[in-house]
T-cell receptor
Framework: GQNIDQPTEMTATEGAIVQINCTYQ??????LFWYQQHAGEAPTFLSY????GLEEKGRFSSFLSRSKGYSYLLLKELQMKDSASYLC??????????FGAGTTVTVRA | GAVVSQHPSRVICKSGTSVKIECRSL??????MFWYRQFPKQSLMLMAT?????????EQGVEKDKFLINHASLTLSTLTVTSAHPEDSSFYIC???????????FGQGTRLTVV
């Protein structure tokens, strides 16, 4: 099975930067995803990493180190609308997607 | 981009009845669709993988006779919750993709409440 760990909650101030870490152990690896999910809604895709390094997309960046089984999602210039749950998900050797428990980010004014 | 449509978005049913949830890929053919369940404040748990034209593969602990999955075409998969109980109340989400996608596309989710 998969083992995916991420912090439960994080709080930050509007305009600040927050980094959400994710560590994983999987049988095979075919990519790591980050999703944003607002309460009662389906997840929306944020980023995908399959090679080591940093992927930048506007205010969001995601980093991957396959040798360390580690990823982070960086949210810059935080806005109130960024308050949500952020899910780290890993696709294994069978192309199944397994999710971490999610990190609830609260942005305060 | 690819769109996955899930219907209904909300459903309330009585205990003992069955509920069908549909997941459609609107602008691409999905050979594989995944069904997830999410309880409040928990993450998505994969229930089963459905492949067009063949039987679904269920995850450990998921009753295949209770959660019937049909993937009759490349654009439609259905999940039927049979003999629903209050503990089946949850958020059900489907995702679809072509073979070996670079990202998974999710439906809007279905909030099932069994009373």
């Amino acid at each position: 099975g998969q083992n995916i760990d991420q912090p439960t909650e994080m709080t930050a101030t509007e305009g600040a930067i927050v980094q959400i870490n994710c560590t994983y152990q999987t049988s095979g690896f075919n990519g790591l995803f980050w999703y944003q999910q607002h309460a009662g809604e389906a997840p929306t895709f944020l980023s995908y990493n399959v090679l080591d390094g940093l992927e930048e997309k506007g205010r969001f960046s995601s980093f991957l180190s396959r040798s360390k089984g580690y990823s982070y999602l960086l949210l810059k210039e935080l806005q109130m609308k960024d308050s949500a749950s952020y899910l780290c998900a890993v696709r294994d050797g069978d192309y199944k997607l397994s999710f971490g428990a999610g990190t609830t980010v609260t942005v305060r004014a | 981009g690819a769109v996955v449509s899930q219907h209904p978005s909300r459903v309330i049913c009585k205990s003992g009845t069955s509920v069908k949830i549909e997941c459609r890929s609107l602008d691409f053919q999905a050979t594989t669709m995944f069904w997830y369940r999410q309880f409040p404040k928990q993450s998505l748990m994969l229930m089963a993988t459905s492949n067009e034209g063949s039987k679904a593969t269920y995850e450990q602990g998921v009753e295949k006779d209770k959660f019937l999955i049909n993937h009759a075409s490349l654009t439609l998969s259905t999940l039927t919750v049979t003999s629903a109980h209050p503990e089946d109340s949850s958020f059900y989400i489907c995702s679809a993709g072509v073979d070996r996608p670079t990202e998974a596309f999710f439906g809007q989710g279905t909030r099932l409440t069994v009373v």
